[in-house]
């Protein structure tokens, strides 16, 4: 057997973590056609199919479950490799708003680390208005973050974040009582939306739980005392949305956008591979 392209494994790797050509395809700079290409000459290489498609995701075959493995170990030797003679830590200090991060974080660390082991990742997590501050201020070399209100295409969109109104499976109204919130306080633009929906819907609601971070505010509804607004892939297990159920108002998307000034190879690339693992995390 020919030996294999580096190029082709890497990208099937990125695919399978990522479930998604085009994910891939932006991680790596190059196009979807590109990238399936590469794959369907590794498969015909080794004469296995790596990977199911559908027309909305693509997930690993059996025999691409076992190549995935052998397939991370033969990539990451390469770039050590690569980098043995000019091993120079860099250092990107990053801030993403509490409101859209969640349990994904460590496979999103995991995806950045594996593509550049030297990266030297400072992650700031606060809200958007801090985080942007932040950023505006020179502190951060990058952020993510729910588009603020007085800003207009200046960042990268990397999608539309929808919210749902998440609850306990078994939790249930009670008669005559107001609805029990659990927001992330009167600055979060999320509480606002949802306020406001309440409102002019005419439904009572009350604030019984504050906390910082999607985690925090889901764990107070996985716990059964109050209702979330949350992103729907930020829900915690044990939770569902209620939204249809109770007849609450639709509450309206944003925009998740990604400012950054950095202009370098490496930098770019660091900031392709988190932008696409978060794009991947919202479409499966």
Not at 21 to 35: C, K, N, P, V, Y
Request: some cysteine; overall charge neutral; aromatic content about 4%.
């Amino acid at each position: 057997m020919k030996a294999l392209d580096l190029d082709a494994v890497k990208a099937f790797v990125l695919t399978a973590d990522l479930q998604s050509f085009t994910r891939a395809a932006e991680a790596l700079d190059s196009t979807q056609s590109a990238i399936s290409l590469k794959l369907r000459r590794l498969e015909t290489q080794l004469g296995r199919r790596l990977l199911e498609r559908t027309p909305r995701q693509v997930r690993l075959s059996a025999e691409g479950a076992v190549f995935l493995v052998s397939a991370r170990d033969l990539v990451g030797a390469h770039d050590r490799a690569v980098a043995s003679f000019s091993i120079e830590q860099r250092r990107m200090v990053i801030g993403i708003s509490h409101q859209i991060v969640g349990s994904e974080l460590p496979s999103l660390l995991r995806h950045m680390n594996e593509q550049d082991p030297h990266l030297l990742i400072e992650l700031r997590v606060a809200g958007s208005r801090e985080v942007m501050q932040a950023y505006d201020e020179g502190r951060l070399d990058a952020a993510l973050v729910l588009q603020p209100e007085d800003r207009h295409r200046q960042g990268e969109k990397l999608f539309n974040e929808s919210f749902a109104w998440i609850a306990a499976a078994d939790w249930e109204p009670r008669a005559g009582q107001p609805l029990p919130l659990s927001t992330q306080g009167e600055t979060c633009s999320i509480r606002a939306n949802a306020v406001r929906a309440l409102d002019q819907a005419g439904i009572a609601w009350t604030e019984v739980f504050i906390g910082k971070g999607a985690a925090v505010v889901g764990a107070a509804a996985a716990a059964g005392i109050a209702i979330a607004v949350l992103a729907r892939r930020s829900a915690p297990a044990g939770t569902v949305d209620i939204g249809n159920t109770l007849a609450l108002p639709t509450l309206p998307t944003q925009e998740v956008v990604l400012y950054s000034a950095l202009n370098d190879r490496r930098s770019r690339h660091a900031l392709r591979i988190l932008g696409a693992a978060f794009k991947g995390l919202v479409e499966v």
